[in-house]
């Protein structure tokens, strides 16, 4: 569904990913993880067309894709959400859900018909636990719930294949057990691509695993695989054992 | 909805009682006139957040356009008008090709410098638009020749313009504009044509400011380079933030009516009224960025609460 082959960023002197492959399967939750500076961030900025490989491809369903800006990217069905909360922070959840939707992308240029809010944009809602906050503005939300909005907003787009990145950062057990709970329901019905620093998160939820480091891919596999893999041992990764 | 009533039951009694208040009919033409200018304006700092500090030359252009229409090709009034919008629209499409990927510091020192283009253009270029004279004897049709004639005409495009545009910042297009505002980065992952946006929200902002210079024109009978200067493009920067443009659609009425008024009463007791209107615009800026507009709307919460 989603390949990306050998690719190279680099900023300046500072080699950020080096000959990077990944392939993500459809129906299927895929995990990248790795330290703080492992490119792992810079690797979705990639494949979202936030930037341009230096070198490498980027294909989906077939058609290369890369280099396309984030707008023409999004529109093809691919959605992120952000590690840094990226929300319309004036507006109600429900119009941070409404302006994401497609229907409302494509009458975007209408100046006579109206914003109405739709079933679809209530349901997302609900689907991320907010069904009961519509009408309560982004930067009034508790910081948890500024997560799931994120979500709900990157699946107002209905997407095809979902990158997440850090879903879970700075929420505490409660709160990440309510996300790993969402990723879990969103599971098959989408393709998931999810970056992560909590490997239990991770491991518990992902069909197979990217574990980057130094700007590479040091190892893949199923979580089960991973966990005896020696390189994912000796990194800083192994704190699951 | 109370605002709009105040504001459409203000302007629509307005000759009936100016004259008592010590005041006098004109300037109501030219607060209506600014009020037009200063709700495009605000389409583009207040809903898209993009900050232009050149918009004079359009309100320029467009009254040369009414003039030069008139003068060269014999146009009437509608004509003119739609010379003026036009002129407005195009200028506006052709700067904010230039501009529209900027934003922040660079875009308004670009709106700066194209404003300054358009300014020294409008004063040298003599046998177009006679230089520091300007167009003089800009003719009026005969209907409005009376005083309240042509204030009601400007009345009654005012009214047409401010129901096209409080439709518009509730369309979609004027949503998304404000979630552009908001959030640029988010609204180009979400699919949308950031730049096309920008674009199309500086050339409505700029044909509006084209038929406030057609009004300006008719009403002044005369085009003049002044009105394209910084200085006056300082003052609709002014009446959109003062007024609370920022978090009102009426934020811009309250600030050209207020800047009108200082400026006659103030003006009255003091040549330094300027200089206490930008004392205000700073106290404004510093203690409640939201303008009056936001004033109001806190003590609105404050007593309902």
Same mark, same amino acid.
């Given at each position: 569904?989603?390949?990306?082959?050998?690719?190279?960023?680099?900023?300046?002197?500072?080699?950020?990913?080096?000959?990077?492959?990944? #392939?993500?399967?459809?129906?299927?939750?895929?995990?990248?993880?790795?330290?703080?500076?492992?490119?792992?961030?810079?690797?979705?900025?990639?494949?979202?067309? #936030?930037?341009?490989?230096? &070198?490498?491809?980027?294909?989906?369903?077939?058609?290369?894709?890369?280099?396309?800006?984030? &707008?023409?990217?999004?529109?093809?069905?691919?959605?992120?959400?952000?590690?840094?909360?990226?929300?319309?922070?004036?507006?109600?959840?429900?119009?941070?859900?409404?302006?994401?939707?497609?229907?409302?992308?494509?009458?975007?240029?209408?100046?006579?018909?109206?914003?109405?809010?739709?079933?679809?944009?209530?349901?997302?809602?609900?689907?991320?636990?907010?069904?009961?906050?519509?009408?309560?503005?982004?930067?009034?939300?508790?910081?948890?719930? &500024?997560?799931?909005?994120?979500?709900a907003?990157?699946?107002?787009? &209905?997407?095809?294949?979902?990158?997440?990145?850090?879903?879970?950062?700075?929420?505490?057990?409660?709160?990440?057990?309510?996300?790993?709970?969402?990723?879990?329901?969103?599971?098959?019905?989408?393709?998931?691509?999810?970056?992560e620093?909590?490997?239990?998160?991770?491991?518990?939820l992902?069909?197979?695993?990217?574990?980057?480091?130094?700007?590479?891919?040091?190892?893949?596999?199923?979580?089960?695989?991973l966990?005896?893999?020696?390189?994912?041992?000796?990194?800083?990764?192994?704190?699951?054992? | 909805?109370?605002?709009?009533?105040?504001?459409?039951?203000?302007?629509?009694?307005?000759p009936?009682?100016?004259?008592?208040v010590?005041l006098?009919?004109?300037?109501?033409?030219?607060?209506?006139?600014w009020?037009?200018?200063?709700?495009?304006?605000?389409?583009?700092?207040g809903?898209?957040?993009?900050?232009?500090?050149?918009?004079?030359?359009?309100?320029?252009?467009?009254?040369?356009?009414?003039?030069?229409?008139?003068?060269?090709?014999?146009?009437?009034?509608?004509?003119?008008?739609?010379?003026?919008?036009?002129?407005?629209?195009?200028?506006?499409?052709?700067?904010?090709?230039?501009?529209?990927?900027?934003?922040?510091?660079?875009?308004?020192?670009?709106?700066?410098?194209?404003?300054?283009?358009?300014?020294?253009?409008?004063?040298?270029?003599?046998?177009?638009?006679?230089?520091?004279?300007?167009?003089?004897?800009?003719?009026?049709?005969?209907?409005?020749?009376?005083?309240?004639?042509?204030?009601?005409?400007?009345?009654?495009?005012?009214?047409?313009?401010?129901?096209?545009?409080?439709?518009?910042?509730?369309?979609?297009?004027?949503?998304?504009?404000?979630?552009?505002?908001?959030?640029?980065?988010?609204?180009?992952?979400?699919?949308?044509?950031?730049?096309?946006?920008?674009?199309?929200?500086?050339?409505?902002s700029?044909?509006?400011?084209?038929?406030?210079?057609?009004?300006?024109?008719?009403?002044?009978?005369?085009?003049?380079?002044?009105?394209?200067?910084?200085?006056?493009?300082g003052?609709?920067?002014?009446m959109?933030?003062?007024?609370?443009?920022?978090?009102?659609?009426?934020?811009?009425?309250?600030?050209?009516?207020?800047?009108?008024?200082?400026?006659?009463?103030?003006?009255?007791?003091?040549?330094?009224?300027?200089?206490?209107?930008?004392?205000?615009?700073?106290?404004?800026?510093?203690?409640?960025?939201?303008?009056?507009?936001?004033?109001?709307?806190?003590?609105?919460?404050k007593?309902?609460?």
């Amino acid at each position: 569904m989603f390949e990306a082959s050998h690719l190279h960023k680099r900023f300046g002197d500072h080699v950020v990913l080096e000959d990077v492959s990944m #392939r993500f399967a459809a129906g299927r939750l895929s995990g990248i993880m790795g330290p703080n500076g492992a490119g792992k961030t810079t690797c979705f900025n990639l494949l979202t067309g #936030r930037y341009a490989p230096d &070198r490498g491809s980027v294909r989906f369903e077939g058609r290369d894709i890369t280099g396309l800006p984030p &707008r023409r990217i999004a529109r093809l069905g691919i959605s992120r959400s952000f590690q840094v909360m990226n929300l319309f922070d004036e507006y109600s959840a429900l119009d941070n859900v409404l302006v994401a939707t497609p229907e409302v992308r494509s009458r975007g240029f209408s100046m006579l018909s109206s914003f109405k809010p739709s079933d679809f944009a209530f349901a997302t809602l609900d689907r991320v636990g907010l069904g009961d906050k519509p009408h309560v503005r982004a930067k009034d939300l508790s910081y948890g719930d &500024r997560r799931a909005l994120e979500i709900a907003l990157a699946l107002a787009a &209905r997407p095809k294949l979902l990158f997440l990145d850090e879903p879970t950062a700075g929420l505490g057990t409660e709160a990440t057990a309510r996300i790993a709970a969402l990723i879990g329901g969103l599971k098959r019905s989408l393709t998931l691509v999810v970056i992560e620093h909590d490997m239990k998160f991770l491991f518990g939820l992902a069909d197979h695993i990217y574990v980057m480091h130094w700007g590479q891919v040091i190892a893949q596999g199923s979580p089960r695989d991973l966990m005896a893999n020696p390189w994912v041992q000796r990194s800083n990764l192994g704190a699951l054992q | 909805m109370l605002q709009g009533l105040a504001t459409f039951a203000l302007f629509a009694t307005l000759p009936l009682w100016i004259g008592k208040v010590g005041l006098y009919p004109y300037l109501g033409v030219e607060v209506m006139i600014w009020v037009i200018y200063a709700l495009g304006f605000n389409l583009l700092l207040g809903y898209a957040g993009l900050p232009s500090f050149g918009h004079g030359a359009f309100f320029g252009v467009g009254a040369y356009a009414f003039g030069l229409s008139q003068i060269h090709l014999g146009t009437g009034l509608w004509l003119s008008l739609l010379s003026a919008i036009a002129a407005g629209a195009i200028a506006g499409a052709l700067v904010a090709a230039f501009i529209s990927h900027r934003r922040g510091i660079y875009y308004a020192l670009l709106t700066i410098a194209f404003g300054q283009i358009f300014w020294f253009v409008a004063i040298k270029w003599h046998s177009v638009t006679r230089g520091e004279d300007g167009l003089l004897n800009i003719k009026r049709p005969p209907f409005l020749e009376d005083l309240n004639s042509l204030y009601y005409f400007c009345f009654l495009v005012f009214v047409l313009l401010i129901f096209f545009l409080w439709r518009l910042v509730h369309s979609p297009f004027g949503r998304v504009l404000s979630a552009i505002r908001q959030n640029e980065t988010r609204a180009r992952f979400v699919g949308y044509n950031v730049w096309a946006y920008k674009w199309l929200a500086f050339v409505i902002s700029t044909l509006v400011a084209g038929l406030a210079g057609g009004l300006f024109a008719l009403a002044q009978q005369s085009a003049y380079p002044n009105v394209m200067s910084l200085h006056q493009s300082g003052f609709v920067v002014m009446m959109a933030l003062v007024g609370g443009g920022l978090v009102s659609f009426w934020g811009p009425v309250i600030g050209a009516v207020l800047f009108f008024v200082a400026r006659d009463l103030l003006g009255a007791y003091t040549e330094a009224w300027l200089l206490w209107y930008g004392l205000l615009f700073m106290a404004i800026v510093l203690f409640k960025p939201e303008g009056l507009a936001g004033l109001l709307k806190d003590v609105r919460s404050k007593s309902s609460a």
